[in-house]
């Protein structure tokens, strides 16, 4: 199994500097494993394991590249911190948008989010690439929301899932209606929205959310005895992604105009509703 280095990262023998700006990424680990045809990426957001800026410039820039390599057979989407897959969106900024009343600021972070999350659900439809997320710790908000946006979600048990946006009377805006109302109906998903209740890995596994469920510390032997199975019947898997493409596809208009309900909404917030995003804050930084 051969890897290319460029600037700390790994990618295919086919000219990958035509395709990776020679800048280091900064909260993004990725390689590519040949023989494989897995793109690893891992994410390490600093100060806190949510969607910096940083991190979704990066994951745009390392997710487009897909559509031009064609060896990439997989990509898989993860964390470098077993704990926590990612806990959603920045809240600090937001609360200091919110505060400022700049609302430009907000939407210009929100398009950015839904852009991430829209190249790794259109990988599957424009390079014929499988896309996985790997969940082995907890993915709340606008972490659930990128897990929901690969073709398969691999998840250990003990991980937790959540939205709990509700909590400072906000909704998920970068997908989470779009990608479970499709998976699991609208009645359901209006109810774990609105809920706020986090649910085990063993739960969604049950109700159809999660696709694959590895024990604890197995997530990347999950990932392997996947892509086996897959190897095998690829006809089959790539004839039925191709037909659920076409059941009722998700478009990024759909997302955009989520996303403005998402950013008007989030200008009208009481500063009772930010004081308790300022307490989500601080939880996530003691993570």
């Known amino acids: 199994m051969q890897n290319v280095v460029i600037a700390n990262q790994y990618w295919p023998q086919e000219n990958p500097s035509n395709y990776y700006n020679n800048q280091d990424y900064k909260q993004l680990n990725a390689y590519f494993e040949e023989g494989s045809d897995i793109l690893w990426m891992y994410m390490q957001p600093e100060p806190r394991p949510c969607f910096t800026h940083t991190l979704l410039d990066e994951l745009i ?3 487009s590249s897909v559509k031009n390599l064609s060896s990439i057979k997989y990509t898989v989407f993860a964390s470098s911190n077993k704990d926590i897959f990612n806990l959603g969106g920045d809240l ?3 609360e200091n948008c919110i505060k400022n009343k700049d609302k430009e600021n907000l939407k210009t972070y929100a398009y950015s989010c839904i852009d991430a999350i829209y190249t790794n659900y259109s990988n599957s439809h424009n ?3 499988t896309t996985i997320s790997l969940v082995e710790g907890n993915a709340l908000g606008g972490g659930f929301e990128a897990a929901l946006s690969s073709d398969v979600i691999i998840a250990e048990k003990g991980a937790h899932f959540g939205l709990p946006e509700v909590l400072f009377n ?7 209606y779009s990608f479970l109302s499709r998976k699991i109906g609208p009645t ?3 109810e ?3 809920s706020g209740k986090f649910y085990t890995a063993e739960e969604l596994y049950d109700i159809g959310v999660i696709d694959v469920l590895a024990e604890p510390g197995e997530g990347d032997i999950a990932v ?3 892509i086996s199975k897959e190897e095998r019947s690829k006809n ?11 059941d009722n596809p998700i478009s990024y208009d759909e997302l955009k105009n989520i996303v403005d309900i998402w950013v008007d909404s989030a200008m009208q917030l009481k500063p009772r509703d930010l004081k308790m995003m300022q307490r989500i804050v601080g939880k996530q930084n003691k993570k």
């Open 61 to 63: 820039n390392c997710s």
């Open 92 to 94: 600090s900024f937001f």
């Open 127 to 129: 390079a014929n690439v």
């Open 170 to 176: 906000m909704f998920p805006g970068m997908g989470a």
């Open 188 to 190: 359901k998903t209006r």
């Open 192 to 194: 774990m929205i609105t």
């Open 224 to 226: 392997y005895n996947y």
């Open 236 to 246: 089959t898997f790539n004839a039925l992604k191709k037909v659920s493409q076409l």
